[in-house]
Every structure is written in structure tokens, then in C-alpha cells.
């Protein structure tokens, strides 16, 4: 087998590449949500807790001064909970299951459209639902914006994937009274529209694709100013010296996770709490990594976008982690399906279903606890045995990869690893 050949006809079951159902994939990610909500302990447990309080309030008075500088224009999710025939509470673990579910069969159709096989697109958004701070921990802080957030992320790829740009500028609208941060997209939409080799072929296209690009974005620019100046918020606030105080306590603040560490330790840490496997997975694989990204870059934009957003907008890092599933689980199914000779033998593929579990939130008694696994507010004694986790499974997955490389080597059949 080639190494990269996506089309390649491997040895192994996992690896033919065979069309899934949509109802076998709809259900897969229901039985999903369905398991994590009977092991979720927590559901509903800091509804109504810090800056949610605002969203609850938004139900039944939206736009009601005083209106919150900074949370009072998340109106979207709060809005719809006004014509569901549940109480508020309810309202919003309905809301955020239907999310998450459409969320992550919109991350599988992503993933196949982009050529991964069907199998491996159903693992990442396995891996999407019970990563930590996903499903069980968005349920336990249930009164939240961000589990309808990730799904409009999904659907706003969705639509550049398909150049349905009228569903764009109407994702694009709708997010920016969820959360502005989803004004990136517009720049992941320009990076594709730049980078499509269809583009690259007819200036004139290109122009076009451009013009319906702006046009999709004006709507959402232009009715976040209105709205803005017709409900003004009390008090003022700036993006910039909000932006300046995260920065400074990053750079200059002790992380009570790390003693004596700044709290910038936090990202990456929180990145392999969230991802794990997939963490894994990109360091025993660095340069196909980076090549994958390469390949994509409006998968880069949206990534370092997305993120440079995250680190400088606030502190609670492992929370957004999240919001980059796409760039971050197309690369991971990218990596395995260009090396499915290796993930193919039983030996790696149960190593990447131990792995996937052990750092799935499916172990974590009480995912509503984020004191006792979330950096930036975990203790080093209860962040340590995850890392520790995670470390020894990088470890056996350098020497399972060394082993299996050799056995193929010498095998009459070798492939090329990466």
C-alpha cells in the first residue's frame, strides 16, 4: 500500500473503504449521547452558575436592561427556549443534546466528504462526544451557549464545504447572536475559496466567489450594529482591555495547576486533556501532522484562528478546546487512514480504543467536578494522574508503532509508515 493512497485497497476489514448508512450513523451517535447521559451524574448541576445566569435570564426577557455588556447579546439559544413547552431548566438540556447530536453527525458527514472512511469518520465523532469538557461536562453546566455554538461552527464548515453561501451568511448571522467569535469562519470561507483549485483556474471565479463571500458577511456585520445601538448595553466595555487583562494573567500569573508556572501552561495541557488519543496520535506522527495541515489551510486558519481567539478572549481553556474538533479530528482521521496498514492490525486498533477510553470522559466519575481534572482550576494532585495517563500510553504507542513498522518490514507484504 502506498503510503497517503486514500483510495488504496488495504488487507484489513477496517480498512475498505464501504458506504454507512445514514440511519446506522444517526444511530451510532444517539446510542452515544444515550450512554453518556445515563453516566453523567451531573446533568443540570451549575445551571443558572456564573456567567449562565445571564442566559437564563435572557429566556424570559431578552434585551430587558440591563443588558450585560459582554453576555447580553448571546440571545440565540435563549430565544428558541422561549417557544419549547418545558421549563427553562429543561429547555436547555434539550437544547444542548439536540446540538451536540447534529453537531457531531455534521462533523462525520465533513470528515467523509473530505474522502476519510466512513469507520474512522464515526470514531471522531465519537472522540468529539466524549472528549472531557464536551458532552458530560456542557450537560452539567447545561444553561450554557456553547454546545449550540459548536453545532453552528459545524454547519458554518458544512456550508463552505458545499460553497452554499446563502447558508453561510445565515449560520454567520445567527452565530454572531450566539457568540461573535464565529466571525472566523469568514476568514476559514476566504482561506478555501483562495486555496480550491478550481479557483486557482479562473481568475473570474475566484472574483465571484469573493464578491458572495462579502455579501455573506455584510448581514451579519450590519445587524450586530443595529441591534447594538437600538438596545445599547449598560455600562461600556472593550474588546481590547479585556483581551490586554487575559494576556497578563497568562504571561505573568502562578497556574494553580503548574506551582510556579505561568498559567500559558494551561493551553497545552489543556489540549491533551481534551483531545487524548488524538494527542497522541499527532506526536507519534509530527510531520504527517504538519502535512496534513498543509494540505488544508483553511483548516489552518480555522485552527490558529479559532484558538488565538480562545487563548486571548479568556482563562478557561479546556472549555474551548472544542471548538476546533474540525481541523483537529479531520488531521487525526487523516493521519490513521494514511496509515491504515499500521491501525488495521488488531494490536493498534486496540490500542486506539483502550486509549480512546481511558481519556475519554466515559471514566470520569463525575465529569461535573472540573475542579478535579479542567487546567486552570485543577490541583496539580488531581491533574497529575491524567498526565501520567496519557504519558504512559504515548509511550507503549512509540513502541507498538516501532514493533509494527518491523514486522512489516520483514513480512513479504512491508508498507511505508508514517
Known sequence: MKSGAKNAQPRFWLARRRHVPNWLAIAAILATLILLHFHNPGIGRWFGSWESQYYVHAVTGPLVAPIDKHYGYRLLPAVILGYIPLSISEGFIVCDYVSLFLAAYLLFTILCCEGIIPTIALLGSFIFLTAPCSTQWLLAYSANVDAFYLLLIAASYRAIQLRRWELFSFVLLIGTFTKVTIWVMAFVAAASIMTDPKQAASPGRRKLSAVFWLAALVPSVLVKFLVERIWPATGSYSYLRDIAHNLKLKFFVTSVTFPHLPQIAEFPASFLVVFGIVAIVFALHFRLMLHSFREKPALIVFLVGTMGLSFAGGYDDARYMPFVAVPVLYVFADILQKNLE????????????????????????????????MPHYASWASEAPFLLYWTGLLAAGFVLKSLTTRYARGSANPACFR
Open 342 to 373: 499500521m491501525y488495521a492490525r488488531p494490536w493498534m486498533l486496540g490500542y486506539i480504543v483502550v486509549a480512546t477510553l481511558i481519556l475519554s470522559d466515559l471514566l470520569n466519575p463525575d465529569p461535573a467536578n472540573y475542579e478535579r481534572y
